[in-house]
């Protein structure tokens, strides 16, 4: 989003034009369908007002969400990328769990490794959802401001990630969430000089609306 309008297909195909391993949009469910948009209310992104699943898809897919990009469904993005690169897709709205995972069945089902995807929330309820429905699929547990739960809501969940904000990352919590055998994810880094302070502590990625820097600063 640093260089074309935050969750839609253009955005998805400037990340892929960079050469990004993975790509983050956020979900909500709207008349059945999942629909690809960060905030719960449409203003800051569109030129629509109100909130999102109070809105019929009809309206939702009128409305402009940035140079005339429409708002995506999920399986627009999962086509655009072809596989070329991991998915992680933020259940942002409520109850997207089970809609989610029964969306991606039909793609594990045609090809896509499972690996390839990572379902992460701030609603550690509905990550426990989707672990009931599936033992195997990866969760990323995000976290603001409760740092203390971290690694036990990982280990409850069997996630493979704890995701949380960069600012109140330590080194120390890298690598207690390495000794218990989780990835450290934080978001959203798009300084270098922060970028360059978490690839010192170890981290095993990073959330960012300019992959360009963080790519260069590895190769750096």
């Known amino acids: 989003m640093g260089h074309e309008p935050e969750n839609t297909l253009l955005s998805v195909a400037k990340a892929l034009e ?13 008349e ?46 999962f086509e655009l990328v072809d596989r070329r690169v991991g998915i992680n897709v933020e259940l942002k709205g409520p109850e997207t769990a089970v809609p989610t995972l029964q969306f991606l069945q039909s793609y594990l089902a045609s090809g896509w490794d499972i690996n390839q995807i990572l379902l992460s929330s701030f609603r550690h309820d509905e990550l426990a959802v989707a672990r009931q429905l599936h033992t195997e699929v990866p969760l990323g547990v995000l976290l603001w401001g409760n740092m203390d739960v971290a690694i036990p809501t990982a280990q409850q969940l069997r996630a493979l990630s704890v995701n949380p904000w960069y600012k109140q990352l330590t080194e120390p919590f890298v690598q207690e969430a390495h000794d218990h055998g989780f990835l450290v994810l934080p978001y959203t ?13 170890g981290v095993d990625g990073v959330f960012t609306n300019y992959p360009e820097r963080v790519l260069s600063h590895a190769a750096g």
């Open 32 to 77: 059945g369908e999942l629909v690809v948009i960060h905030d719960d209310e449409l203003d800051r992104t569109t030129n629509g007002t109100g909130l999102v699943m109070a809105q019929s898809l009809a309206y939702l897919r009128s409305l402009d969400a940035g140079k005339g990009e429409r708002i995506p469904l999920l399986h627009e993005v």
């Open 189 to 201: 880094v798009n300084e270098p000089d922060d970028i360059g302070r978490l690839r010192g502590w």
């Open 18 to 30: 960079l050469g990004v391993d993975w790509i983050e949009i956020d979900v909500y469910v709207v």
